[in-house]
């Protein structure tokens, strides 16, 4: 059996990369495709950014719910980390340093991407985690330790997301905080599990300063 999300390919959007001052990775939810979620650049709209959109196997990153036993995930989980550090390498490889790169992750991707940044803190250029959190079952203890020294983390999701504990959400929120990012939540009324303007505003905003075009 090969192992999880092998040969999968990675889609890309906006500027090439070589030719970029930022790039961000952008990691899909459930059930989702990459050129799907790669359709949120058209949005986002800031000219010299590289977006870089792996894609998972049979279109799920892992098998279970986030918020299940850590264990119950893998090797799926594991697989899907090393597939995000490949797209980072990518970006790194192409000039770029970490703090030129951005995380961005919607649902599950959300969650894939906080927990790659929580499990391996640097500064990057930032993390917007649209209707996500930190990977574990519920009344864990997180642990993690390192430094993210003023690294933007973005994290909206709905009061209300029938997918997302919004508990989950403020405990990831303060995680991060106390890694040392510059953390911004943001918890929308009846939203429900999708992305809004202001959220997009956000990376929009981040983006724009990361390129020097705002």
Known sequence: MSEPHADQPV???????????VAVVMIHGRGAR???FLQLADEIAVDGVAYLAPQAQRGSWYPNRFVDPIESNEPHLT??????ADTIERALAAG???EQ???????QGACLASEYVARNPRAYGGLAAFSGGLIGPLGMAFDHDGELDGMPAFFGCSDSDPHIPETRVTESADVFERLGATVE?????????????????YVVDLLSTLTGSD
């Open 185 to 201: 939540t943001r918890l929308y009324e009846g939203m429900g599990h999708t992305i809004v303007d202001d959220e997009v505003e």
């Open 11 to 21: 889609h890309t959007a906006g500027t090439p990369l070589d030719d970029a001052s």
């Open 34 to 36: 990459a050129e799907g």
């Open 101 to 107: 790169i951005v995380l961005m992750g919607f649902s």
């Open 79 to 84: 697989a899907a980390l090393g597939v995000v």
């Open 96 to 98: 770029l340093d970490h």
